[in-house]
């Protein structure tokens, strides 16, 4: 691997059989695994999702909603994570406190005792000691990122694909561009937004139907195997790279959809808004 990486600009048949007998693999397993097509899909996903989170190059860090791409020096490194965790704080800081936990009854102390008098001398006098199985709730999601932040996406048990999610028949996957040549070639789509119903009552593109994803393993069965379906998402973060829409799509083709009518729009609603499309049809 670090072989590839000092020498991303030739990545030619060639040039990888040099860097595989430099580093001692078998030539003849080697040429087996790099033509066959075994892992091509699994790969050619993982780009499609780095071309929509906005990776133009290798490595590429996201800080906050910010990409970075190359290999930035420390010190530069060092101020952009200190600005995002300087916005962080002061999101945190005027957000709402966390719910309280609620603790299950067996936990609960004992209502009453042997002598109620010692009791009640014993607990003005004594605090209750914490022990290591307390906690607070974090401000935090999971990653440590901030609920609604980019990585928050990530940490939502639908918007992770699995290995064997990734092993299933993917969507088709359409950026902006696509989707205007499908229109303009007289296609007449149905779009599906697969946003909580809370997000698609403030805007949605014009005659989308909405159905959440967690909710399409019962409904997908109410919409059209003849008429190209289009699911979307915001598309307004570095972090919706079409997960939930993705996850929507294989489930209508594991439920017999023809693959050439379910697609998703990687652009989502933010790139309809900016595309000019107009009224959907």
């Known amino acids: 691997m670090d072989e590839i990486y000092s020498r991303q600009t030739d990545l030619s048949d060639e040039g990888l059989h040099r860097d595989a007998a430099e580093i001692g693999l078998d030539q003849a397993k080697f040429g087996q695994c790099l033509h066959s097509e075994a892992a091509a899909v699994r790969v050619r996903q993982d780009l499609e999702d780095g071309k929509a989170l906005g990776v133009k190059a290798t490595p590429t860090f996201f800080i906050g909603h910010q990409a970075l791409a190359g290999a930035p020096d420390v010190e530069e490194f060092s101020r952009i994570i200190n600005q995002e965790l300087a916005a962080q704080a002061i999101v945190l800081s005027t957000a709402a406190p966390p719910p309280a936990v609620p603790v299950p009854p067996a936990l609960s102390a004992p209502t009453q005792t042997k002598d109620p008098t010692k009791h009640a001398t014993a607990s003005r006098n004594t605090a ?13 999601g999971l990653f440590g990122s901030i609920p609604g932040g980019g990585l928050s996406r990530f940490s939502a048990g639908a ?21 205007r040549q499908l229109l303009a070639g007289g296609t007449n789509p149905l779009f599906v937004d697969v946003r909580p119903p809370e997000e698609v009552t403030k805007t949605r593109i014009p005659g989308a139907v909405n159905i959440p994803a967690g909710e399409m393993p019962q409904l997908c ?13 915001s598309g307004r973060t570095s972090g919706d790279v079409c997960a939930f829409g993705r996850a929507a799509g294989r489930i209508l083709l594991k439920h017999g959809y023809p693959f050439s009518l379910v697609k998703v729009y990687q652009d989502g609603l933010a790139g309809w808004e900016r595309s000019g499309l107009g009224t959907a049809p």
Do not use: D, G, M
């Open 221 to 233: 069965n109410t919409l059209p195997k003849n008429r190209v379906i289009i699911f979307y998402e």
């Open 159 to 179: 918007a992770t694909c699995s290995e064997a999610e990734a092993a299933e028949q993917q969507p088709t996957l359409i950026n902006t561009t696509q989707l």
């Open 128 to 140: 209750p000691a914490k022990t290591t199985a307390e906690t607070t709730p974090s401000a935090f």
